[in-house]
């Protein structure tokens, strides 16, 4: 009979060991596949953003904001963070007025980069953090995911909302007669 309960323990053992390692595996690679996702939604920001800025630099005729939107649009992957530094730069230089559909449009993707730079950011550090445990290096369980990567741009400031004139308030052309 006691032999039965050191089984039943080491059996216990075993399967609490098991869970817990899948449970781990599962999170190293939730949490990969979270910053690869991170990773093309910032991607998809930036190029909105100067699609955006080239739109505005187009009909603001800003040549070297146009010119960076370009470079910006046509980077290679390892040009693009010295391109989206030219654009932010050049950005912060150019005084945007009016309610224009083009440069509010501009400002929406410009604050949209901000934060899914910031949640980019924030999921590669969880990734690494991942990689570096101890029982992930023994292991090996990140070995099948590529190594997460920063993206160093510079923190573009977030741009104030360019105010929207209400829309006047709808009168009638005659006045209603009693009935």
Known sequence: MPAMW???GVVAAVVLLAAYLGWTAHRVE???VRAQ???????AH?????AAAAVVAEQSDIIELYAAARLALDADPGERES???DLTRQLQVVAFSGPDPATRTLLATSRR??????VHTDLVRDALTA?????????RMARQYPRPQYFDIEEPPMPAAVPVPAPA???PATPLEPV
């Open 30 to 32: 939730r949490v990969h």
């Open 46 to 50: 930036l190029m909105r953003r100067a």
């Open 113 to 118: 980069v901000v934060l899914a730079r910031q």
């Open 83 to 85: 391109a989206e530094n």
């Open 131 to 139: 990689r570096r445990r101890p029982l992930v290096r023994a292991l």
């Open 6 to 8: 050191w089984v039943l």
């Open 37 to 43: 996702s991170a990773e093309r939604a910032l991607d």
């Open 169 to 171: 308030p709808a009168v």
